[in-house]
T-cell receptor, first 113, second 110 residues
């Protein structure tokens, strides 16, 4: 199993500012994934982050808007840049620890005003 | 990854078995069937997975049809705390990202 800590758990931010979300895992993992969940919607994959390489972004998500760092095998950050109210969502990180099971953090609830 | 089809919502009486169906007719031979649930916007929680055979753990049972085109998650004795959105996902491994559909919103009623 894996325990994932996300910080902050929630925040209210002004439009035009940026927020960095941290994801800490209690074990070393190769792959970390970042998801967005807009209000009332399902989870959408933003990007996959490998340690030591650039993150791979899904269609509709770009590095300038969602820069990701992955400095080691237990930590990653996602920054939401130049925020607008449309960025109000829950952001979740996830790791695949075993070949058949993934674990999720509790999410960061972001409100942009 | 294959796509899945689930009912939008279901109700279940407390103490009864909840049977949640999922269609995955385009699943390929090396893809697993996973079930996760999300309680009130918490992070998704792993429930169970299977490849070909039926599986059971302390939370649930997973019944996969012989042709693997559909499956059913069974919560044997649903409680109010089982009220959640249940996601059926097909994929290759925990090291590849999970692709979430809309899921089934299960309401357990007292």
């Amino acid at each position: 199993s894996a325990v994932i800590s996300q910080k902050p758990s929630r925040d209210i931010c002004q439009r035009g500012t940026s927020l960095t979300i941290q994801c800490q895992v209690d074990s070393q993992v190769t792959m970390m994934f970042w998801y967005r969940q807009q209000p009332g919607q399902s989870l959408t994959l933003i990007a996959t982050a490998n340690q030591g390489s650039e993150a791979t972004y899904e269609s509709g998500f770009v590095i300038d808007k969602f820069p990701i760092s992955r400095p080691n095998l237990t930590f990653s950050t996602l920054t939401v840049s130049n925020m607008s109210p449309e960025d109000s969502s829950i952001y979740l990180c996830s790791v695949g620890v075993s070949p058949t099971e993934a674990f999720f953090g509790q999410g960061t609830r972001l409100t942009v005003v | 990854d294959a796509k899945t089809t689930q009912p939008t919502s279901m109700d279940c009486a407390e103490g009864r078995a909840a049977n949640l169906p999922c269609n995955h007719s385009t699943i390929s031979g090396n893809e697993y069937v996973y079930w996760y649930r999300q309680i009130h916007s918490q992070g998704p929680q792993y429930i169970i997975h299977g490849l070909k055979n039926n599986e059971t753990n302390e939370m649930a049972s997973l019944i996969i049809t012989e042709d693997r085109k559909s499956s059913t998650l069974i919560l044997p004795h649903a409680t109010l705390r089982d009220t959640a959105v249940y996601y059926c996902i097909v994929g290759r491994s925990g090291n590849t990202p999970l692709v979430f559909g809309k899921g089934t919103r299960l309401s357990v009623i007292a």
